[in-house]
């Protein structure tokens, strides 16, 4: 039987925006993923923090990703740890290697694919779910040559 990766509930979502993470929730609440680069020495980092940890320069720049990357690292959740998720077993947190924003790395979930399939180094696209009162969070999901 194939085991599907499954999101986790909409209950563990918290999301807390502030006016260095406001512009990249902002654009997965439009479908769109982006990443922080640095002014000065445009090097990316994730999450977005108010100073670079290269150059400790404030100013940052907002860059558009083609929304795919890599598997970098992942675990299988099979047993609910909290009440409540029991229907949402197996889930996949995963660091995720964004295309377009090496090295940044963006820690979600893998969901609609295969548990046996899901590997360190395989490619992954993007997909936005709306949780809570319209908020939305970026998944991936396998790319089709890796599903």
Known sequence: ???????????????????????????VKDRRLTCAQCGECGRFRMPPTPFCPHCRSQAIDWMALPGTGTIYSFTIVERAVLPGTEGNIPYV???????????????????????????IGARVRAVFDTVGDGAAVVRFTLAEEDA
């Open 93 to 119: 947190p995963a660091v995720i290697a964004l295309d377009g924003a090496e090295p940044a790395r963006q820690i979600s979930n893998l969901v609609d694919c295969e548990v046996d399939r899901i590997r």
């Open 1 to 27: 039987m194939n085991r599907i990766a499954k999101r986790p509930p909409d209950t563990l979502v918290q999301i807390v925006t502030d006016s260095w993470t406001e512009p990249f929730w902002s654009a």
